[in-house]
Antibody
């Protein structure tokens, strides 16, 4: 079965860094574009970042709200995708979901989410 | 950026009702739209792909349609398990943008 499992969330102070991870299984990870989507408490969904596959040069794309502060990366040998978050702000507090194009279509697989709280 | 204007923001309906939720795109997105269902404390679940195609395992009472720049998700006969938040997403252009969400409650 397709599975995405996030890890590494937690409580950090403003301006600090945090790296969250997502372990994928049950599909051909190297063929899948991967994304991070976040949801602030009580709010809607916000796309954060996307990383494409090797044939597409691992191209990356970011929301303006995180550009220059967040970096998405992947390790196909480990079926892992990462989100490095630097210079965190209180408004980055959210549940961060890992999602990917596993088989049926865009964002058809989702993890359970990693909670990130930025507070002093 | 493409704005997705979703309506209503919340609604209450009775079991068996026909329910329609709409997203209006500010620019042409073709059929590059997905509808997600999200239950409390859970991850989003894709329901409709490419504006009109039912995702695997989704009950046939769900359907998607398009009229110009308006995209709709319809539940033909509401069941209790359909109580959830619903979100649309356009993936035609970066940044990918979600609608603001619709909270569907059962009367």
């Amino acid at each position: 079965a397709v599975q995405l499992v996030e890890s590494g969330g937690g409580l950090v102070q403003p301006k600090e860094s945090l790296k969250i991870s997502c372990a994928a299984s049950g599909f051909t990870f190297s063929n899948a574009a991967m994304y991070w989507v976040r949801q602030a408490p009580g709010k809607g969904l916000e796309w954060v970042a996307r990383i494409r596959t090797k044939p597409n040069n691992y191209a990356t794309y970011y929301a303006d709200s995180v550009k220059g502060r967040f970096t998405i990366s992947r390790d196909d040998s480990k079926s892992m995708v990462y989100l490095q978050m630097d210079n965190l702000k209180t408004e980055d507090t959210a549940m961060y979901y890992c999602t990917g194009d596993s088989s049926q279509g865009v964002m058809d697989a989702w993890g359970q989410g990693a909670s990130v709280t930025v507070s002093s | 950026d493409i704005q997705m204007t979703q309506s209503p923001s919340s609604m209450s309906a009775s079991l068996g009702d026909r329910v329609t939720i709409t997203c209006q795109a500010s620019q042409d997105i073709g059929n590059n739209l997905i509808w997600f269902q999200q239950k409390p404390g859970k991850s989003p679940r894709p329901m409709i792909y490419y504006a009109t195609n039912l995702a695997n395992g989704v009950p046939s009472r769900f359907s998607g349609s398009r009229s110009g720049s308006d995209y709709s998700l319809t539940i033909s006969s509401l069941e209790s398990e359909d109580m959830a938040d619903y979100h649309c997403l356009q993936y035609k252009q970066y940044p990918l943008t979600f609608g603001s969400g619709t909270k569907l409650e059962i009367k």
